[in-house]
Nanobody
Framework: QVQLVESGGGLVQAGDSLRLSCAAS????????MGWFRQAPGKEREFVAV????????LYADAVKGRCTISRDDAKRMVYLQMNSLKPEDTAVYYC???????????????????WGQGTQVTVSS
């Protein structure tokens, strides 16, 4: 089991950048593909980005492609989401999540992830 704590959210203006961080605990962190999801008020939780357990593959939602970069540092047990050129429609609570199974392939599906953080709020003003 992996425990996750997100940080780095805040209130920014359109066009600004933020880097979200996710601190993981648990000896087997490096075995899990990790994802970022977000949920805006009144909307379903949606996929943002995912990185394979070995860092060898990443996927991004079309809405953030070209503006966001997911990365991981297994030695520090950290996952990051660098977000640039932020837009008001990026406003949401952002969640870090770990795949249900070790060595799992990248996935865009919420139900494929079994460990979730508490979320960090990102608010982008126009």
């Amino acid at each position: 089991q992996v425990q996750l704590v997100e940080s780095g959210g805040g209130l920014v203006q359109a066009g600004d950048s933020l880097r979200l961080s996710c601190a993981a605990s648990g000896r087997t962190f490096s075995l899990y593909s990790m994802g970022w999801f977000r949920q805006a008020p009144g909307k379903e939780r949606e996929f943002v980005a995912v990185i394979r357990w070995n860092g060898g593959r990443t996927l991004y939602a079309d809405a953030v492609k070209g503006r966001c970069t997911i990365s991981r540092d297994d030695a520090k047990r950290m996952v990051y989401l660098q977000m640039n050129s932020l837009k008001p429609e990026d406003t949401a609570v952002y969640y870090c999540a770990a795949r249900l199974v070790p060595f799992g392939e990248v996935s865009l599906t919420v139900t494929d992830f079994g460990s979730w953080g508490q979320g960090t709020q990102v608010t982008v003003s126009s």
